[in-house]
């Protein structure tokens, strides 16, 4: 029972969807569709009604015509038949509502009767002729032994009221006809396809706006086979969407890791550094937290890259990367700033002690060896700390805060690298003082070279054994407008920090050269010059056409230019040092080791150079005479020139003592305050006008028999 009166429901839920009218006009209405297809079923049913049954109606109506005009031939011909012509009575009763006249003609048409309405007759109509619906037919009857004419007029208005009233029930049938067929069409139409269509319509519509911008849910369309074809080919597109939005996603995916972090140790980049560090501010200013930065640097890692290659320095970044990532906790961040260059955020770090220890980790943890490729290899590192809120002023905003605390441990990072690296720095104010000095340093020093602050100062060299001088070492000497005189000790390094060392190098190889070709011209055809280069000048590439083009400007022979090296400039990459210097000493410049003894030159390498000179540091001179180690270091230093056939400089000789010691241990040449100071260049001339035992391969002066000490002159800058 319950089944079947759900399935009636269903039957009657079915029936009132398909036939609730209002909603299906609605959608009719609404549709031109709908309405151009049942007008026109409508219309075309319609008008082949009209034909068809007009058709059938006309057929019927001659039909009819005919038989009666057959009955009443029959009639006629059949009350004649048996009457006699002369005596011919018509029956009254012949003429009747069908047969509305008769016309009787005999054999030679004279009129034998007339009868009833037979106007066309009478109008002298003797053809049988239409008149209104009244028809005349003429015919032969032969009654006896006459032949009659007959002409009967007959009515045709009952057959032609019926096809009339026909007609009228058959259009009032063609036009309900049409109308349900229209009305069908339209349900059918609204049916079968507006509201497929509609739905699909919403569905298309609920699709894109659930999504929200978003790739858009595929659709599911079961109604008919066309609009599931419809629906597939949007579904088609909405799954290529997704396909290209998910690789857009994973594109943007990799480009926003690729934007914050760095490709070989996988850490977070400077950018994403910054970030955090900003948030941590932020988060130690609202909770009173407090933090410390460690900047963590390879030492040497340039040489490391050049001794192993790249490869190899590669690899010991991404270990060191690696490890010290490990090492800290998920709440600290590591990232890689730069080349060699690491920073760790440690949160919650107390105080200094406890900054330290962390520095000691990372320390160790980074400098434990580790294998590659059959190497044991070890990393140095320097650390730079600074901890907040300690080491900052608190007053300034976020930004500037994280920007100070970053310098703040790249000061101490600083530190720790000229304090000899492989060892941790603390941040403290006097620090920065001395960064700030520095940085003004650096600053003065750009502008010192425009405006003419530099002076190439000549410190006299001579020959121990005839005393004559043989030329000068030229050193730089810098007039600061406000400080005064400036120590080239205290600015070359930065000079060479900076690179302005190769302009300023050129300079000073300019006028040193130019200063001895004058002087040549003034007679003094043998002296040579000595000219400091500094191992930046050496590794820029450009030394060679630099030097050349300062003696091809000065006319200077390349013979009497000396170039100076420290030992310790030699050292740093002996065997790109050993190349320049095999190019320089083709071209016939001499070489020399400057500061020998203070740089751990390896003997193995000193065989290799193509140096003329080894020049005594000052250091070994100072003592000479009463330190036996010093005397010891002097005298292997001799020995070891006259094996390598090299001329042996001792700096620094300050009295009559060590010049004489020298002199009997071989030394060759001897430079110091004991002989001149360094000298302006017009110091220098008269220096040489004055100087009693004459210039090498020149001019010698008459004031041969003066005592040494009284031709001192000049100052130390
Ligand atoms: P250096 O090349 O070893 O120069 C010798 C230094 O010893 C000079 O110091 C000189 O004034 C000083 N000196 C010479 N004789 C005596 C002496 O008897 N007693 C004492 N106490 N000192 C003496 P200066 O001019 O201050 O130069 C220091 C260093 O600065 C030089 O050492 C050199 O390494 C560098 N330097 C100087 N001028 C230049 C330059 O033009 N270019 C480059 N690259 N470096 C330079
Ligand atoms: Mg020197
Ligand atoms: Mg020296």
Do not use: A, K, R
């Given at each position: 029972m319950a089944e079947i009166s759900s399935a009636i429901a269903i039957v009657y839920r079915k029936g009132r969807d398909f036939l609730d009218l209002r909603t299906l006009s609605e959608k009719v209405y609404r549709s031109r569709t709908a309405r151009t297809v049942s007008g026109s079923v409508a219309i075309v049913l319609f008008l082949v009604q009209v034909f068809v049954y007009g058709g059938a109606l006309f057929t019927q109506y001659q039909n009819d015509t005919n038989q009666q005009v057959k009955i009443e031939k029959a009639l006629i011909s059949t009350a004649f038949r048996y009457s006699n012509i002369d005596s011919l009575d018509i029956p009254e009763a012949l003429i009747t509502d069908t047969l509305v006249g008769l016309v009787l003609l005999d054999a030679d048409d004279r009129l034998l009767l007339n009868k009833g309405n037979t106007l066309d007759y009478e109008h002298g109509v003797t053809e049988p002729a239409n008149a209104g619906f009244v028809e005349s037919i003429r015919w032969e009857i032969t009654a006896d032994t006459d032949t009659l004419s007959a002409i009967a007029y007959v009515s045709m208005h009952g057959q032609f009221d019926d096809v009339v009233r026909n007609g009228l029930w058959l259009l009032l049938f063609g036009l309900v006809a049409s109308l349900i067929a229209a009305a069908v069409s339209m349900i059918g139409t609204a049916r079968y396809y507006i509201m497929p269509m509609e739905r699909l319509i919403q569905a298309l519509r609920t699709s894109r706006e659930d999504s929200e911008g978003r790739v858009p849910e595929p659709i599911e369309v079961t109604e008919s086979n066309d609009l599931k074809l419809l629906a597939e080919e949007y579904n088609g597109l909405i799954e290529a969407q997704r396909k290209s939005a998910r690789q857009v996603k994973v594109k943007q995916q990799y480009l926003e890791f690729a934007a914050h972090h760095d490709p070989l140790t996988h850490l977070p980049n400077r950018l994403m550094f910054e970030n955090a560090l900003k948030k941590t501010v932020r988060d130690a200013i609202a909770d009173d937290l407090k933090f410390a930065v460690f900047l963590v640097d390879l030492d040497n890692f340039k040489f490391f890259n050049d001794q192993y290659g790249h490869l190899v320095g590669d690899k010991m970044v991404a270990e060191v990367g690696n490890r010290l990532r490990t090492m800290m906790r998920d709440i600290d961040l590591v990232a890689r700033l730069d080349g060699d260059e690491f920073v760790v955020i440690q949160k919650d770090v107390p105080d200094t002690e406890a900054a330290e220890e962390v520095a000691k980790r990372i320390m160790n943890v980074a400098t434990a060896p580790y294998e590659y490729r059959g190497f044991t290899l070890k990393a140095a590192v320097s650390v730079g700390i600074s901890s907040f809120p300690d080491?900052?002023?608190?007053?300034?905003d976020e930004e500037m805060l994280g920007e100070e605390i970053v310098n703040n441990a790249a000061v101490a990072l600083q530190e720790a690298k000229s304090n000899g690296k492989n060892q941790y720095q603390l941040f403290n104010e006097k620090m920065r003082l001395r960064l700030t000095a520095r940085i003004r340093l650096e600053q003065d020093l750009k502008m010192a070279l425009q405006d003419g602050q530099f002076e190439v100062y000549y410190q006299p060299k001579i020959n121990i054994h005839t005393r004559q001088c043989t030329g000068a070492e030229a050193l730089v000497r810098w007039r600061h407008p406000v400080n005064g005189y400036v120590s080239p000790e205290a600015f070359v390094p930065v000079a060479e920090e900076t690179g302005l060392i190769i302009e300023l190098g050129e300079w000073i190889l300019r006028t040193a050269c130019n200063k001895t070709r004058d002087l040549q011209q003034l007679g003094y055809t043998g002296l040579n010059v000595a000219v400091n280069i500094s191992a930046v000048q050496f590794t820029d590439g450009n030394l060679l056409p630099m030097v050349s083009k300062a003696l091809k400007e000065s006319k200077?022979?390349?013979?009497?230019l000396e170039l100076e090296i420290t030992e310790s400039a030699v050292m740093h990459d002996p065997e790109e040092v050993i190349h320049s210097l095999h190019q320089l000493s083709k071209h016939g410049m001499k070489l020399a080791i400057d500061d020998f003894g203070t740089g751990y030159s390896s003997l193995a390498y000193l065989k290799r150079f193509p140096v003329n000179t080894l020049k005594i540091d000052r250091a070994f001179i100072t003592d000479i005479s009463s330190d036996n180690d010093d005397m010891a270091i002097v005298e292997a230093v001799l020995g070891l020139g006259k094996h390598f056939n090299m001329k042996v400089v001792a700096e620094g000789v300050e009295d009559e003592e060590q010049l004489n010691f020298l002199k009997s241990q071989g030394c060759d040449i001897a430079q110091g305050y004991y002989i001149s100071k360094p000298l302006s260049s017009e110091q220098y001339t008269h220096w040489l006008e004055r100087w009693p035992y004459g210039v090498q391969g020149g001019y010698t002066s008459s004031l041969l028999e003066l005592p040494l000490s009284d031709q001192r002159t000049g100052t130390d800058g």
């Open positions: 080491d900052v002023h608190i007053s300034q200077l022979t390349p013979e009497l």
